[in-house]
Antibody, heavy 120, light 113 residues
Framework: QVQLQESGPGLVKPSQTLSLTCTVS??????????WSWIRQPAGKGLEWIGR???????NYNPSLKSRVTISVDMSKIQFSLRLTSVTAADTAVYFC????????????WGQGTMVTVTS | QSALTQPASVSGSPGQSITISCTGT?????????VSWYQQYPGKAPKLMIY???IRPSGVSNRFSGSKSGNTASLIISGLQAEDEADYYC?????????????FGGGTKVTVL
């Protein structure tokens, strides 16, 4: 059974870069049937889609974050990563990685989430 | 402000049916048959309950059903149970920018009275 696990620093200073990794276990990240996304949720608020990467390496980002986001994949390590530059307090949130079936943009497998706080 | 509009809260008594609406526009809910619904308990990751408007993933109770009319999608929970008390989010593709990207609703807190 495929499982996802987020990892990375829990604290990031303002103006710096947030970097997170999602490790895929129990299955292959190379299947062309899926894409891999990052989604975040500020405390007490709703979900916000950050972006996605296909196994081809093609990416799509939320237009509101596009200028600051990079998602990459390392298939040899069965990981995909998120970089968010120039962070502010507004980027403080729980960050989830998730898998979706290409034909149906529905996220069927999620990581447990990791809390990232932007603070000096 | 979320792209899709959901009521902040919906409540019902055990055994009753409730409906959660998800209102978008002709650029998202109205354009694509790709509405999904998620259930989230506090401190937990969301769980996929419905995709492609009305399809239940394996293992999801048939008390959960989905539909869509125009720019509004709905999640119906029948035979409400205490375990259904959670937050629910809808999502859809949106093509206000190209390529299409994923948008979520603001979430609805379901309370079982």
């Amino acid at each position: 059974q495929v499982q996802l696990q987020e990892s990375g620093p829990g604290l990031v200073k303002p103006s710096q870069t947030l970097s997170l990794t999602c490790t895929v276990s129990g299955g292959s990240i190379t299947s062309g049937n899926y894409y891999w996304s990052w989604i975040r949720q500020p405390a007490g608020k709703g979900l916000e889609w950050i972006g996605r990467i296909y196994t081809s390496g093609s990416t799509n980002y939320n237009p509101s974050l596009k200028s600051r986001v990079t998602i990459s994949v390392d298939m040899s390590k069965i990981q995909f990563s998120l970089r968010l530059t120039s962070v502010t307090a507004a980027d403080t949130a729980v960050y989830f990685c998730a898998r979706a079936v290409i034909a149906a943009p529905a996220f069927d497998i999620w990581g447990q989430g990791t809390m990232v706080t932007v603070t000096s | 402000q979320s792209a899709l509009t959901q009521p902040a809260s919906v409540s019902g008594s055990p055994g009753q049916s409730i409906t959660i609406s998800c209102t978008g526009t002709s650029s998202d809910v109205g354009r694509y048959n790709y509405v999904s619904w998620y259930q989230q308990y506090p401190g937990k990751a969301p769980k996929l309950m419905i995709y492609d408007v009305s399809i239940r993933p394996s293992g999801v109770s048939n008390r959960f059903s989905g539909s869509k009319s125009g720019n509004t999608a709905s999640l119906i929970i029948s035979g409400l149970q205490a375990e259904d008390e959670a937050d629910y989010y809808c999502s859809s593709y949106s093509n206000t920018n190209t390529p299409p990207y994923v948008v979520f609703g603001g979430g609805t807190k379901v309370t079982v009275l």
